[in-house]
T-cell receptor, first 114, second 115 residues
C-alpha cells in the first residue's frame, strides 16, 4: 500500500518570496509522483509529474519538484510566488502502470500575501 | 476536447432521496475514476473502471453507493438513499492506461449537499 504525507497544512508567504511545499511518501513498490493544484471551487489540475528519467521536473508556471528516492520525498518549490499561486496543492502517488489510481496527501493551502 | 464533464455542478437533496451524479470522460481514455473530497477524509478513490469494467470498488463506502459505466463515454455514481454524511464534492477523472500512460484529468466536480 502507498501513503502520502504533506507536512504543512497551510503555508503563508509574501508575494515574490520563495516557497517549498513538502511531500513524503511511503510505498513498497515503484510509484509515479504528482502535484495537483486546486483553485477555489475548481477541479484538480495537474501541475507536474515524475514518471521516470530526470528526477527534477518543472511546470510551465515556474514550479519544480525533485524526486528523492532515498528520502522518499517529492517537494514542490517555486523561487518567486505570485498572488495567483494562492490555491490548495495536493501531492499524490500511483503505482507505476496506473496513473489514475491516486493516493493523495491531505493538501497544503498556499496563501500568498501582497 | 472539452475535458471531463460532470453534471450537475451542484446538487442539494433531502435525506433519503436518490442522487445520481454523471460523468463524461475524455474521448479515447480507457480508465475512469470516481473520487470524493471531504474536509475530514480529503480526497479518496471510490471506484475505478478500465474499459468500462469495474476493477476496484474497495473505496465505495457502503451498499448505498453504486456506479455504472454502460459505455466508454458515460458513467454514473448513484447514492440511494442519501444521508447527510454523504455531503462532499465528488470528482470524476479519466486517463489513458496503455503502454504509455497519461495522467488523470479531473472534472470540475459535483458539490453534493444532503439536508
Amino acid at each position: 500500500a502507498q501513503s502520502v504525507t504533506q507536512l504543512d497544512s497551510q503555508v503563508p508567504v509574501f508575494e515574490e518570496a520563495p516557497v517549498e511545499l513538502r511531500c513524503n511518501y511511503s510505498s513498497s513498490v515503484s510509484v509515479y509522483l504528482f502535484w495537483y493544484v486546486q483553485y477555489p471551487n475548481q477541479g484538480l489540475q495537474l501541475l507536474l509529474k515524475y514518471l521516470s528519467g530526470s528526477t527534477l521536473v518543472e511546470s510551465i508556471n515556474g514550479f519544480e519538484a525533485e524526486f528523492n528516492k532515498s528520502q522518499t520525498s517529492f517537494h514542490l518549490r517555486k523561487p518567486s510566488v505570485h498572488i495567483s499561486d494562492t490555491a490548495e496543492y495536493f501531492c499524490a502517488v500511483s503505482r507505476t502502470g496506473n496513473t489514475g489510481k491516486l493516493i493523495f496527501g491531505q493538501g497544503t493551502t498556499l496563501q500568498v500575501k501582497p | 476536447d472539452a475535458g471531463v464533464i460532470q453534471s450537475p455542478r451542484h446538487e442539494v437533496t433531502e435525506m433519503g432521496q436518490e442522487v445520481t451524479l454523471r460523468c463524461k470522460p475524455i474521448s479515447g481514455h480507457n480508465s475512469l475514476f470516481w473520487y470524493r473530497q471531504t474536509m475530514m477524509r480529503g480526497l479518496e478513490l471510490l471506484i475505478y473502471f478500465n474499459n468500462n469494467v469495474p476493477i476496484d470498488d474497495s473505496g465505495m463506502p457502503e451498499d448505498r453507493f453504486s456506479a455504472k459505466m454502460p459505455n466508454a463515454s458515460f458513467s454514473t455514481l448513484k447514492i440511494q438513499p442519501s444521508e447527510p454524511r454523504d455531503s462532499a464534492v465528488y470528482f470524476c477523472a479519466s486517463s489513458l492506461v496503455s503502454g504509455g500512460n497519461t495522467e488523470a484529468f479531473f472534472g470540475q466536480g459535483t458539490r453534493l449537499t444532503v439536508v
